[in-house]
Nanobody, 121 residues
Framework: QVQLVESGGGLVQPGGSLRLTCVASGTIFKINAMGWYRQAPGKQRELVAAITDDGSTTYADSLKGRFTISRDSAKNTVYLQMDSLKPEDTAIYYC???????????????WGQGTQVTVSS
């Protein structure tokens, strides 16, 4: 019913930048919040950043100042601008949406399939 598709990952050198994009599609009534999580090999998935429908943002403390989350509500799209990337930012980045679907007007958490970000020289 609802699908999230991430794009924009890839290989980048330390100090470089990437912008991730996540597009939500399907029978969407409303998107209450969207966020980015990441999971590095051997580690638990962790929150990177999130943004609510009113534009309030939350960031992992360690990433403040380097990563910026934004959204285009009209396009059901959320972005993650990642600057000054470090090797330790290497991970699979997942998009998550708290989405109200048309059929039931209930909110569900929906995940994308993930996009690989590799920071290496």
């Amino acid at each position: 019913q609802v699908q999230l598709v991430e794009s924009g990952g890839g290989l980048v050198q330390p100090g470089g930048s990437l912008r991730l994009t996540c597009v939500a599609s399907g029978t969407i009534f409303k998107i209450n919040a969207m966020g980015w999580y990441r999971q590095a090999p051997g580690k638990q998935r962790e929150l990177v950043a999130a943004i609510t429908d009113d534009g309030s943002t939350t960031y992992a403390d360690s990433l403040k100042g380097r990563f910026t989350i934004s959204r285009d509500s009209a396009k059901n799209t959320v972005y993650l601008q990642m600057d000054s990337l470090k090797p330790e930012d290497t991970a699979i980045y997942y998009c998550k949406g708290a989405i109200v679907i048309v059929r039931t007007l209930s909110e569900f958490d929906t995940w994308g399939q993930g996009t690989q970000v590799t920071v290496s020289s």
